[in-house]
């Protein structure tokens, strides 16, 4: 079984976020870049398919920039086989990358799309259910339990109040929620051999397909500084503050 993950470059998780001087969007210049958390997820979920013998390949692939190359190392470091770079330059929307990737389903012809729920910069949770919309193929989205048995995918999401277990038919689409699994650690080692796994560089435009957007963007801004908190001496006090703040009598 041939699995294809997609992969985003974004602002690290653990790097504080800065809005642009002028509110057009956040700064990126001179900031560290990784792999989307889910994606990574993604990626660690299809590896371990491929570990467990049920995938026989694991392509990873990415949109955007030259630099999306890096994304895709650190892809092929955690286990995967090769990557896709789909290059263009300027900000994609969801339904581009979809329309995009969909184009590279088709050209490889995976049985299993793993994408992760949502990219943590846009946190719109929208391209892996645009591609299955796209592509005409069955959905699970927020899997925290992927098993692979008489050609099903058994898949478990949660849902508000628990979770629900789903079957499909292969070819199919998952994305990833947290607690799918734990991506393992990347040592030297698997970075060297990422080095010599190849990456295939498409241009976006040679695709065929209308990544135009008919989004725009008008005004990013920081949310609101958070009050000082304040200290009472008793319960009574905080009683009365509180009675006083919502006009509670």
Known sequence: MKVLVSVKRVVDHNVTVRVKADGSGVETANVKMSINPFDEIAVEAAVRLKEAGIATEVIAVSCGSSQSQETLRTALAIGADRGILVECEGELQPLAVAKLLKAIVEKEQPQLIIAGKQAIDDDCSQTGQMLAALCDLPQATFASKIEYQNNLLTVTREVDG????????????VTTDLRLNEPRYVTLPSIVKAKKKPIDVIP?????VDIATNLEVLKVSEPPARKPGVKVGD?????????SEVNVI
Request: charged residues 20%.
């Open 162 to 173: 628990g979770s629900e277990t789903l079957e499909l038919v292969p070819p199919a689409i």
């Open 235 to 243: 319960v009574n006090a905080l009683i009365q503050k509180l009675k």
């Open 204 to 208: 976006a435009n040679s695709l065929d």
